[in-house]
């Protein structure tokens, strides 16, 4: 991985190697994960996590899944390899990564007429994935950091470096590639509750390469914002609207509001994969409920009176007119987002259909 000594995921042929994220910062643990279930499980309970992420280890969770079905004939194979997509797709409703890797993985799936051939191809596939994710966030963090100043603060929330993403990160890529060029930068991160990535993850990949950062929670973002403490805020995204409306970690669309509030620039980092042109707004994201005991306690310990009823929604929504531009491999994209989106995915996949002409 770009210039870090960890990997968030890695395929061995037969099994999957995750960094268990819920472990971190306390223990860096690596998991052998040898089946479907487990890798889907893994996803669940966000012992890998952040959306490019996510899509690659439910690629590999598909290519292991099919590798351990038995069936002779094409058509039960299949049918039994949509039973695992299906179950895959079923661990993290909102990341739009994840569907955009099981959409890949059925297309190869039906590219051959033997099942050997076909868990080959499915193993491939995941493999570009894997690299296209990784490549993706390298390309976008060079267009991004020319977005931050030398001496600038920049804000963030949740993580999305290297864990999150198998490659170099993508708001966090930017900051780290800023920092790479001799930026003479500083962080700002919030903790993000209920989970703490901020905190957790955010935090650890920032010391690891040596980046100021200064921690706060996540109410004390206005404060800060008003100050004028921060030069930009930058966050990730885990589903983005054909209009440019950004899913991310909820309080990412508080943090917008504010930024606009007080004249700050507030950008959105992801790759092409996150885009969802299938829905016309953020209105159509199905936002992922988890569970409330994550918000009741912290770490192991009970936070709140027995009893206590509370919601936990793991993302919010972001219009996008509150954002200043969108961040991507493909450059950078401003508003009218609706046009400049489309362009722009379609010029990409003209361009991808190109080269598997030529290599083809």
């Known amino acids: 991985m770009t210039g870090n000594s960890y990997q968030a995921i890695k395929w061995l042929g037969n099994k999957v190697i995750i960094l268990d994220q819920s472990r971190l910062p306390g223990e860096e643990v690596y998991l052998e994960l040898a089946s479907y279930r487990s890798v889907a499980a893994a996803i669940k309970e966000m012992k890998i996590r952040g959306a490019p992420a996510i899509g690659v280890a439910g690629a590999y969770a598909i290519a292991l899944g099919a590798s351990q079905i038995s069936a002779y004939h094409v058509e039960d194979f299949l049918a039994q ?5 299906n179950n895959v797709a079923a661990t993290r409703p909102t990341a739009r990564n994840l569907f955009t890797s099981i959409e ?7 590219t051959s007429q033997n099942t050997g051939q076909i868990i080959k191809a499915l193993v491939n596939e995941a493999q570009r994935i894997h690299a296209g994710e990784s490549a993706a966030t390298e390309d976008l963090s060079r267009f991004g950091a020319d977005l931050i100043g030398e001496g600038d603060t920049v804000l963030t929330h949740c993580n999305t470096g290297p864990l999150a993403t198998t490659g170099r990160g993508t708001a966090l890529g930017i900051i780290l590639k800023a920092h790479d060029t001799g930026k003479k930068i500083r962080v700002i991160a919030g903790e993000t509750r209920p989970l703490l990535q901020g905190a957790r993850l955010t935090a650890w990949e920032l010391k690891k390469a040596d980046v100021p950062i200064t921690l706060i929670t996540d109410s004390m973002a206005g404060y800060f914002l008003h100050q004028g403490s921060i030069d930009c805020v930058i966050i990730g995204a885990d589903r983005i609207a054909a209009n440019g409306d950004t899913a991310n970690k909820v309080g990412s669309y508080s943090l917008a509001v504010l930024a606009m509030e007080n004249g700050v620039p507030f950008y959105v980092a992801a790759p092409l994969s996150t885009i969802d042109r299938s829905l016309a707004s953020g209105q159509d994201i199905i936002i992922e409920e988890r569970a409330p005991e994550e918000v009741t306690c912290c770490q192991g310990s009970i936070i709140a009176p027995e009893g206590t009823q509370a919601a936990n929604p793991a993302f919010d929504i972001t219009p996008h007119h509150y954002i200043s531009a ?33 290599t083809g």
């Open 81 to 85: 390899l949509e039973v695992v997509m």
């Open 326 to 358: 969108l961040v991507t491999e493909k450059g950078i994209i401003r508003e009218p987002y609706q046009e400049t989106i489309k362009e722009t995915v379609i010029m990409a996949d003209r361009n991808s259909e190109q080269d598997r002409s030529k």
């Open 104 to 110: 890949r993985m059925r297309h190869a799936s039906r």
